[in-house]
Every structure is written in structure tokens, then in C-alpha cells.
């Protein structure tokens, strides 16, 4: 960070002399306080108030937040949402975890098998979530026929609570699986080949190998993936939405907690509880960053954050 | 193209148990010989039970679209391509203006890739390779801003917008991330390493100046990192759904995204028609991806494991 061309030379007023980096950095400074900081604190605002988006204002003071405390509609949306992610997050660490270590081996065909594990990350989630939804159709999807192919109960997948947790969860797995497996096979491969060559030496076998020196290894790895699902898991929408509309379903089974936001302040119109809604989703949100920072800093003593080189 | 740049991760060495005598080496090297063909095999089929999972949803798109809705509903259903693809494509293009649309979401899309790339990699540069007052604290500003979840502020963004008078146009959607901290974060790495400062010094020298330098000097050097930050931010801006959804009022001036929600809420029964429209706006897409797909892929994963 110390090596610099072009240093302070001359005592000259610091924005005469360097006006075209700050110009050149500014963009995203200004965007950031029009786009950014202002709308967050103007939310706040918002929130203290019962709005229709159109009409005047009406303080309220903390009305909404009491309502949001005691409104059942809401902690269903929570409830879902870490259902949910709990269904997703497991399973697809699990699954990219051990397709990383397949994909680490000295196989053939490696760049095509990581193009196509990394193609679901890419596409619309909107096109992807149609077709889901017609893969898991209670009454023609390729799901329950090959159920009934096989003398199954079909299952009630967008009609039944389960069901429909289960479909959204299948849709976020398949979506990312490929994407963390990525990110592990490169946790794998930058760990030295010294370090496995030692513990053979030392007569480990692969069993212990992988517990005793591949996994503590992929810890900071492991925990990059753990918390991009988790700001993936709580701003979960365009599944929900495209699959079972803005009500989630029957019974909102698939109401998530961005998707009752948008349910209260874009078809209700209702911008002041809708505001709630997104500081209850911040107060979530930063409760799991200052977890997942206790985590980072305590296992592994460095600083996830500000690592400017 | 390899994808390991990490910074060395620290060694935690297990307890050491005594080393093994040399014959039980010699026959575990024996027997890993004769079972690495078997592993081998065993490997790619478990691999290639992944790739199908992954691939299917798509082929299956392919198989929806290029059927009628009545072989789609049908018992046992349709395994195969059909040929009903240009009549399908034919429904959707009575239905809505979909050329509209993706002109919109191409208009979009390459408008905010075009200023994330000129944006980021200017600030990224002058992050990188230039120190001034207040920079330290700045770029802090610039990564804590990571942490702020974009859903937090649809409501007053939205009341921003219509504040400007840009509620149904594409600034609304261009504008706000016409420079992100990802991107300046991510080519600040890449600008450090790989622009030498003595590059930048000589420009100096020679009586160039900042922009010049960034034009002559910089946008040269970081060619691999722009493509990729292009890709992702192409890729991200054609996908955009839930801003576009509540920013674009007007139903006759839409993104695709929007547009095809739409068209299967309305006309939801006629899968072989909304299957359609869906392959159309997949289709560019992968095309995109697979065109530079092995340099997008290690740098995901490469940003990834730098943390």
C-alpha cells in the first residue's frame, strides 16, 4: 500500500493536485449517496409513517414496526425463509463439496464438466423458474409421472407447504450448487501439493487427509460460500414469485421475506409497513454479517474485511 | 488459465504419527494402480449424474418449447424435441412485443455494462496506483457498502425515482449501478498487480496525464479483467428482474424478464407458447457465457478465494 509513483511532491492544495482521481472515483460516490445512503435513511423515515405512495403522510411514529412484531403474516415469511434456506443451504454445500473434490483429481474433460456445473448460475431465474414449475406440476409434470411410472404416490409439490418449500429449495440447490463447487475446486487447488505430499509421508490416509488437512484448509473458503447463501437465502424472490405469485402460494407457503415486502408496498401500496419490512430484513441481515464475522475472526484470527493488500 | 492466485493459506500440520515402513508403501502403491481405472470410471459417472442434473432443466426447456402444450400436458409426456417451435415462437409473437422487449433488455443490459467498465476501472485505477488524501478511508467507505443488502431500499429508491421523474425509463435501471464497489474492488486487485508503477511513472514523465495514462496505460493492461467484469455485469443486467418488475409501469415497455412473467401469468395454459418465450430469452445468454465462459469461470472462483 506504501508504493506510490506519484507521492506528495510539492505542498499544493490536495484538490488542485489531485482533481482527476478524485474526479475519477467520484461517480460511485455520488450514485452511492442518491441511490444508496440517502434511500436507506429516507426508509427509516418512511417507516414512521402510514403512506400510500401518493397522498400525504401520516406519522405514526413506531406503529409499524409494533404491527410487524404482532403480524402472523410476517413471521410466517421469516419462518419460510429460513426454512427454506436451511433446506437449500445444506444439501448444496454438501453436493459442491464433493464435486469440487471429484473435479480436483487428474480427470479428462475437466473445463467442459466445469462449464456445464456453472451453466444454472448464469441463466434467467424467471425462464428457469417456468420451467421448473412445470417440472414439478402437480398434474403433468415429468416429477409425478415418473412417480407414477414407478407405482408412486404423486406428490402435491406447488399445492402442499412441503411441497412447495421443497420445490423453491430443489430450484436455489440446482442454481448454485455448480457456482460453490467452483469456488471450492479453487480452495482446493490453492492448496499446496506439499502440504498432502506431508501428511502421506506422515502415513495419513485420504480419509484423514481430507478431515485433518483439506477441510480446516478450505475454512475461509468454506465460509465465503456460507455467507453469500446467506445473503442469497434471506433476499430470496424471483422463485417464490414467478412460481406462486405475490401471495406465495396457498397458505403463503412460499412467502418469503422479500417477497411480502414487495407483497405490501407494490400491490398493497402500502410504503410505510413495506419499509418496516426492509429494516426487519436489515436487522436479519446484519444479526447473520456480525455472526459470520465472529466466526471468521475467531476461527481463523484474521480480518475478513478492509484486506486491502 | 489456472484459477490459483490465493494467498498462501496458513499450514495446520496434524500431530505427526511415526512414519511408515517402506513395504506397506509399495503395496499401497500397487493396489492404488490397479483400483485407478475403476476410481477413474466410478469418478465420471458420478460427475456426469451432476452434469445431467444441471443440463436437464435446460434440455427439458428445449423439449417444452419445441412442442405442443397438448403433448406437454399429455400421459406418459414427451421426451423428445418436437417441431412446433416456430409455430410456439409464432404465439408468442402475437402475444407480446417481443422484439420490444429484447431491445429493451439489450439497450440495458450494454448500457450498464459499458458505464460499470468505465466507471469501475477508472476508480480502480486511481485506487490502485495513486495516493492522495483521504484514499485509505475511502475505499473503507467503498467495501463497507458490500454489507448493505440492495433489498433494504426498494421502497425509497422507488420513491427516488419517481422524485426524478424516471419511473418507466431505463434510467431508472442503467443509472444507479453505473459504478459498483464489486467491480472497483475487484480490478483495484488486479490494477495493483498488474500495472507496473514504473508504467505509470514514465507516463508521468512523459507529461501525460491522468486520463491519458488510464487510456494508454491502464485499459491496455487490464483487458482480461474488464471482459469478465463486462460478462458478470451483462449477465447480471439481462437477469434483473425484481427492480424492472417495480420501476417499469408501462407494460408495452418492459425487459424481457419482466415481459415473459408476464406473458405466463396471462397466458399461463399454453406452456408450448411461454416455453418459448423463455428459450428466446435464455438462449442469448448462454451464448455470452459459453463465448467466454473459461475466463469468467476462474475468476469467479479466483475473487472468490482471495476473500
Keep these: ?44 423515515y418512511i417507516s414512521l409513517h402510514d403512506w400510500d405512495g401518493i397522498g400525504t403522510m401520516k406519522w405514526v ?80 409434470g415429468i416429477v409425478n409421472s415418473a412417480l407414477k411410472a414407478l407405482s408412486l404416490d404423486t406428490v402435491p409439490w406447488l399445492t402442499s407447504d412441503w411441497g412447495i418449500k421443497t420445490t423453491i429449495a430443489v430450484m436455489v440447490i440446482w442454481r448454485f450448487t455448480g457456482y460453490n463447487a467452483i469456488i471450492f475446486l479453487a480452495g482446493l487447488q490453492a492448496i499446496s501439493s506439499d502440504v498432502y505430499d506431508a501428511a502421506k509421508m506422515d502415513g495419513a490416509g485420504t480419509a484423514r487427509i481430507f478431515a485433518q488437512v483439506t477441510i480446516p484448509m478450505l475454512r475461509p473458503v468454506i465460509l465465503f460460500t456460507v455467507i453469500t447463501s446467506t445473503i442469497g437465502g434471506l433476499s430470496l424472490f424471483t422463485e417464490p414469485q414467478v412460481l406462486l405469485g405475490n401471495t406465495g402460494g396457498p397458505n403463503e407457503s412460499g412467502m418469503t421475506i422479500v417477497l411480502y415486502q414487495y407483497n405490501q408496498a407494490f400491490t398493497q401500496f402500502d410504503f410505510g409497513y413495506g419499509s418496516s419490512i426492509g429494516w426487519a430484513l436489515f436487522v436479519i441481515a446484519a444479526l447473520f454479517a456480525a455472526i459470520n464475522w465472529r466466526l471468521v475472526s475467531e476461527r481463523t484470527g484474521t480480518k475478513k474485511w478492509g484486506r486491502t493488500k | 488459465m489456472t484459477t490459483t492466485q490465493a494467498k498462501p493459506l496458513e499450514l495446520q500440520t496434524p500431530p505427526r504419527p511415526s512414519p511408515p515402513i517402506d513395504d506397506a508403501q509399495a503395496r499401497r502403491d500397487a493396489r492404488a494402480l490397479k483400483q485407478g481405472r475403476v476410481a477413474r470410471i466410478v469418478t465420471h459417472l458420478a460427475i456426469l449424474v451432476g452434469v445431467f442434473l444441471s443440463i436437464f432443466p435446460f434440455y427439458w426447456l428445449v423439449v417444452m418449447a419445441t412442442n405442443t402444450t397438448a403433448e ?8 423428445i424435441f418436437g417441431s412446433h417451435l416456430f409455430e410456439n415462437v409464432g404465439h408468442v409473437l402475437a402475444s407480446i412485443d417481443l422484439f420490444g422487449a429484447l431491445g429493451n433488455t439489450l439497450f440495458v443490459a450494454l448500457s450498464c455494462t459499458v458505464l460499470v467498465m468505465f466507471f469501475d476501472s477508472l476508480a480502480a485505477f486511481a485506487f490502485a496506483k495513486f495516493d492522495f488524501p483521504f484514499r485509505r478511508s475511502l475505499f473503507a467507505v467503498l467495501l463497507a457498502t458490500f454489507m448493505i443488502p440492495a433489498q433494504l431500499s426498494l421502497v425509497p429508491n422507488f420513491v427516488v425515482m419517481s422524485q426524478l421523474g424516471w419511473i418507466g425509463s431505463f434510467q431508472a435501471l442503467i443509472i444507479p449501478g453505473a459504478a459498483n464497489a464489486f467491480g472497483i474492488f475487484l480490478l483495484r486487485q488486479l490494477a495493483s498487480g498488474a500495472i507496473p508503477d514504473e508504467l505509470v511513472e514514465a507516463a508521468r514523465i512523459d507529461g501525460a496525464g491522468f486520463f491519458r495514462t488510464y487510456f494508454l496505460v491502464a485499459v491496455p493492461m487490464l483487458r482480461g479483467g474488464l471482459a469478465f467484469l463486462g460478462i458478470f455485469t451483462f449477465i447480471g443486467a439481462w437477469n434483473d428482474y425484481v427492480w424492472p418488475l417495480i420501476v417499469l409501469v408501462d407494460p408495452k415497455r418492459q425487459t424481457l424478464q419482466v415481459a415473459l412473467s408476464q406473458l405466463s401469468s396471462i397466458y399461463g395454459t399454453d406452456y408450448g407458447m411461454v416455453m418459448a418465450g423463455a428459450l428466446i430469452s435464455v438462449v442469448p445468454l448462454i451464448g455470452v457465457f459459453l463465448i467466454g465462459s473459461r475466463h469468467f469461470i476462474a475468476n469467479i472462483a479466483a475473487g472468490a478465494v482471495k476473500g
Design chain 2, 72 to 79: 406437454i400436458f399429455g400421459y406418459p409426456p414427451k421426451l
Design chain 1, 61 to 140: 411514529g413506531l406503529a409499524q414496526f409494533q404491527y410487524l412484531l404482532s403480524d402472523p403474516r410476517f413471521w410466517n415469511a421469516v419462518s419460510n425463509t429460513f426454512i427454506i434456506w436451511f433446506m437449500s443451504t445444506i444439501p448444496m454445500l454438501f453436493f459442491a463439496l464433493v464435486i469440487a473434490v471429484l473435479l480436483h483429481q487428474n480427470i479428462r474433460f475437466k473445463g467442459f464438466y466445469r462449464v456445464a456445473y456453472f451453466m444454472p448460475n448464469v441463466t434467467s431465474m424467471v425462464a428457469m423458474a417456468l420451467v421448473f414449475g412445470s417440472v414439478f406440476s402437480d398434474s403433468f
Design chain 1, 1 to 44: 500500500m506504501t508504493t506510490s509513483p506519484l507521492t506528495t511532491r510539492r505542498p499544493v492544495s490536495a484538490l488542485k493536485r489531485y482533481w482527476p482521481q478524485y474526479l475519477a472515483i467520484s461517480p460511485f460516490y455520488i450514485l452511492f449517496l442518491i441511490f444508496g445512503l440517502f434511500p436507506i435513511v429516507f426508509s427509516l
